[in-house]
Each structure stands twice: as C-alpha cells, then as structure tokens.
C-alpha cells in the first residue's frame, strides 16, 4: 500500500496524486510545492491522505516536496501579477499577427521555466510567428493551447443565471454531452437565453434531473393518451412530475370540456383497476374456451 495526497491546481477541478511521507505532516487547505510532468507548481491539498495499492497506480507518482512558505506566496502573488502583464502583452500581439483567436488565460509555472496561453478559436491557428515573437519578450518556454468554449468558460468564470458560480468553474470535472432533449423532458421553455450557459453551449445543470424525469415519467401515462378516470374517460394534457399529478380533460356531451387533476396515488390505483379487469376478462376468455 502507498501513502498519497490529493492536490488541485488552479482552474481545475481534478484531484492529481502525490507521493508523501510520513516526515510532512498535511491538512486540507494546506498549499505545497511539488514537480509536476512540465515543472514546479503550487498545488492545494483536498485529500490530506490516503492508502491506495500498488496495481492501481498507472504511472509513477512524483513526491510532495514541501508545504509553500512565506516567501512562496510572495513570489505567487507576484506570478499572478506577471500573467496579467502577459495576457495583455499577447493580445496585442495577436491584433498584430491578426489572428483570429480568442485568448482567455495565462499561467507561469511556478519556476517560470513556461508560460502556458490559453486561447480559444473555431479554427486551426498557424501561430508560429506569435510564438517566436512571444519567446522574444518572455524569454522562456512559450506554450499555446487551443481549448473549446466551455473550457473556456471554465478558465474564466462567472455567475450562472441560478446566481451561483457556474459549474464548470467550481465543480465539473469532465464534460459530458447536453442535448436539447434534456430541456425538452423537463419542460423547461426552449429559449435560448434560459437554456444556454456563458459558453454559449446548452448549461451542464440540463443533465442533473434528466435521469430523475425519464424515471418520473414512467409512472405516468403520455401526454394526448386517452384514459378512463372515476369521472369518465379523458385525455392527458399536462403532466407535473414535480407536484405529482396529471391534468385530464375530460369527454362530455354538452361539448363543454371539463379539467380535474389526478394525483398520482390515484393513477396508480386506475392502473391497478385496469389491470385487474383485463385479468378478469383473460380468466372469462379461458373458461369460455374450456367449456
């Protein structure tokens, strides 16, 4: 069994595993210093420890090297502002190589032996004379990487229209495909500002009661299906999965509709009613046919 810790980094919601010893001593929320595949970077401490067996590893884990000190978070809080000078200074020289390219973010690593832009396009960027240009003024290894949209959004940040910080930024660790069926289940209007997040793509939160609707749903007869109610036969024209009810228009003869609401306790026992008849009807059937 291996003793390991679980970090997170900036702008990003993966939980990345560390060797550790027994000599450091960590808690949640401690910041430590660590080696990362592309260099040194401060990582927050969300898992303080735990025993996972060998085979489970699939590559090998680097060690925690220590917990930040003083002189850490100094030498962070002047990274944070140096990535804000390179933000500005690349956009400039994007409207200069005028390219078609949305930059969102700048990271230093921590030894500032790289400068990672982010940057977001519809297309394949040929970005090489920005590179050169770049390497010019930082000095450093330059790195661009093209993301989508929704990560993006994920780097920046904002408020959703719940009013709380949105998703991708504050929990999501893997996007997972939102399709328009999944507004459409929960009767949600098919208006582009309420169904769509700052990405511009369909909002994440589409997908967390899609699987609790079509279980709902089950229950429940179709909308326009035809049933027989204690007040006579109706059609289904609204169906609250929420409330737990159905709405039924009823058929009269003075051609007057008439609409009553049915619990769902209700429909379960004109489930049970209608199935009790057709056994009754199969048993008459087959003493029929014996006789």
Same mark, same amino acid.
């Not at 069994?1 to 010893?21: P, S």
């Given at each position: 069994?291996?003793?390991?810790?679980?970090?997170?980094?900036?702008?990003?919601?993966?939980?990345?595993?560390?060797?550790?010893?027994?000599?450091?001593?960590?808690?949640?929320?401690?910041?430590?210093?660590?080696?990362?595949?592309?260099? +040194?970077?401060?990582?927050?401490?969300?898992?303080?420890?735990?025993?996972?067996?060998?085979?489970?590893?699939?590559?090998?884990?680097?060690?925690?090297?220590?917990?930040?000190?003083?002189?850490?978070?100094?030498? +962070?809080?002047?990274?944070?502002?140096?990535?804000?000078?390179?933000?500005?200074?690349?956009?400039?020289?994007?409207?200069?190589?005028?390219?078609?390219?949305?930059?969102?973010?700048?990271?230093?690593?921590?030894?500032?032996?790289?400068?990672?832009?982010?940057?977001?396009?519809?297309?394949?960027?040929?970005?090489?004379?920005?590179?050169?240009?770049?390497?010019?003024?930082?000095?450093?290894?330059?790195?661009?990487?093209?993301?989508?949209?929704?990560?993006?959004?994920?780097?920046?940040?904002?408020?959703?229209?719940?009013?709380?910080?949105?998703?991708?930024?504050?929990?999501?660790?893997?996007?997972?495909?939102?399709?328009?069926?999944?507004?459409?289940?929960?009767?949600?209007?098919?208006?582009?500002? #309420?169904?769509?997040?700052?990405?511009?793509?369909?909002?994440?939160?589409?997908?967390?009661?899609?699987?609790?609707?079509?279980?709902?749903?089950?229950?429940?007869?179709?909308?326009?299906?035809?049933?027989?109610?204690?007040?006579?036969?109706?059609?289904?024209?609204?169906?609250?999965?929420?409330? #737990?009810?159905?709405?039924?228009?009823?058929?009269?003869?003075?051609?007057?509709?008439?609409?009553?609401?049915?619990?769902?306790?209700?429909?379960?026992?004109?489930?049970?009613?209608?199935?009790?008849?057709?056994?009754?009807?199969?048993?008459?059937?087959?003493?029929?046919?014996?006789?």
């Amino acid at each position: 069994m291996l003793k390991v810790t679980g970090l997170k980094f900036a702008k990003t919601n993966y939980i990345y595993y560390f060797k550790i010893n027994n000599k450091i001593r960590l808690k949640k929320g401690d910041i430590c210093l660590v080696k990362t595949a592309i260099g +040194l970077d401060l990582g927050k401490i969300v898992i303080p420890y735990k025993y996972i067996k060998n085979d489970e590893i699939d590559t090998p884990l680097k060690n925690i090297l220590r917990k930040a000190n003083k002189e850490d978070f100094e030498k +962070l809080e002047i990274l944070k502002r140096e990535e804000i000078d390179a933000l500005n200074i690349c956009k400039e020289k994007i409207k200069k190589f005028n390219l078609p390219m949305k930059l969102v973010y700048v990271k230093y690593l921590f030894d500032k032996s790289r400068v990672i832009f982010y940057f977001v396009s519809n297309q394949r960027i040929d970005f090489r004379e920005l590179v050169k240009d770049l390497a010019k003024v930082f000095k450093t290894k330059i790195e661009l990487r093209q993301i989508g949209v929704r990560d993006g959004t994920k780097l920046i940040g904002g408020m959703g229209i719940c009013g709380r910080e949105v998703c991708c930024a504050s929990f999501i660790q893997k996007f997972t495909p939102i399709h328009i069926s999944m507004a459409k289940i929960q009767k949600i209007a098919l208006n582009q500002s #309420k169904v769509s997040g700052l990405c511009g793509r369909l909002m994440c939160c589409l997908s967390y009661e899609s699987e609790f609707y079509k279980e709902s749903l089950k229950k429940y007869p179709r909308l326009r299906d035809d049933i027989d109610t204690e007040k006579g036969k109706g059609k289904v024209i609204e169906i609250n999965v929420l409330k #737990k009810y159905v709405v039924v228009e009823l058929e009269t003869d003075g051609g007057i509709k008439k609409r009553i609401k049915i619990p769902e306790e209700e429909l379960e026992k004109l489930r049970m009613k209608k199935q009790k008849c057709h056994c009754d009807r199969r048993e008459c059937s087959t003493l029929m046919e014996n006789a």
